[in-house]
């Protein structure tokens, strides 16, 4: 079991910063992918980032690619989600969500379906 907790949305403006993190506990994190995915008004929940076990690999949203950074520090069983840049259509909720698969897969996954441990989120406002 992997229970997550995100902070660190808040009101920006276009162009602005700000770097969510995500503070996971339970016994098993450190052997689970982790990811940040967002979700604006009205529309489907959808993949930003994703990190492997160990971190040494990453994947991007199309749309992020470039300016968002996803790390993850395993002495304090924590993901970060650095953005920069930030325009209107980054507003959204904000998710922290582990991969069901543990031990990691072969790929990084930007399947909703293959993470299975959600935090509440966070909302990220951009303003123009």
């Known amino acids: 079991q992997v229970q997550l907790v995100e902070s660190g949305g808040g009101l920006v403006q276009d162009g602005g910063s700000l770097k969510l993190s995500c503070a996971a506990s339970?016994?098993?994190?450190?052997?689970?992918?982790m990811g940040w995915f967002r979700q604006a008004p009205g529309k489907e929940r959808e993949f930003v980032a994703g990190?492997?076990?160990?971190?040494?690999?990453?994947i991007y949203a199309d749309s992020v690619k470039g300016r968002f950074t996803i790390s993850r520090d395993h002495a304090t069983n924590a993901v970060y989600l650095e953005m920069n840049s930030l325009k209107p259509e980054d507003t959204a909720v904000y998710y922290c969500?582990?991969?069901?698969?543990?031990?990691?897969?072969?790929?990084?996954?930007?399947?909703?379906?293959?993470?299975?441990?959600w935090g509440q989120g966070t909302q990220v406002t951009v303003s123009s």
């Open positions: 990190i492997s076990v160990n971190g040494d690999s990453t």
């Open positions: 339970g016994s098993t994190f450190a052997s689970h992918a």
């Open positions: 969500a582990a991969d069901r698969a543990y031990g990691g897969r072969l790929y990084l996954s930007d399947t909703l379906d293959d993470y299975t441990y």
